[in-house]
């Protein structure tokens, strides 16, 4: 039986149609998933998920199996390693934003012990809104309500599947 799926699923990319069945909207606590969403959304930014699901594993291993630790110690050299590789998203901004939030991420983590008990503070109502702001004031780059609204449906705290999708309001 074929199920319905969210149109912008491309259902001849398999890794893509994995993606949507099996991660997306799967609420997780793990910070290094909640990390790796994270960097995911950032680097897709004006461009479409699916060139980042096809790059995903070469921008994992450019990116220290998406280790926030490690990535926060990035110099100029591993920055400029990153600007010359050619199998992931050469954007100095993003590749810039993404070690500078590391560090960001860290410290939300050391103060309410997991990312997801940090995004679950806020009011639901205001919820892209609120943390798109905070975020920002504590110094994130790279984040915009269009960025945090994607991420947490990635993440599962919003329901992003479309009504016609079998997984909608399921998970």
């Known amino acids: 039986m074929e199920r319905n799926r969210c149109s912008w699923v491309n ?6 149609v994995n993606y ?14 909640l990390w790796e969403y994270l960097v995911l959304e950032i680097m897709q930014a004006g461009l479409s998920f699916e060139c980042i699901l ?6 994992r291993k450019s990116f220290s199996n998406f280790d926030y630790y490690k990535i926060k110690n990035y110099n100029k050299d591993k920055l ?4 010359s590789n050619k199998n992931i998203i050469r954007n100095k901004l993003k590749i810039e934003a993404i070690i500078n939030n590391s560090q960001i991420f860290i410290n939300i983590i050391n103060e309410y012990s997991n990312f997801l008990n ?3 503070q806020f ?8 943390i798109t702001k905070d975020l920002k004031r504590r110094g994130m780059k790279f984040i915009g309500p269009v960025i945090i609204k994607s991420y947490l449906e990635a993440i599962g705290l919003i329901d992003g599947h479309e009504k016609i999708c079998f997984l909608h309001k399921k998970l």
């Open 11 to 16: 259902l001849n990319n398999p890794q893509y």
């Open 20 to 33: 949507h069945d099996n991660e997306f909207g799967i609420l997780t606590d793990n910070n290094y998933k």
């Open 54 to 59: 096809n790059k995903r594993e070469d921008i």
């Open 80 to 83: 400029n390693e990153l600007l």
């Open 118 to 120: 940090y995004l679950k």
């Open 123 to 130: 009011n639901n109502a205001n919820l892209v809104s609120d």
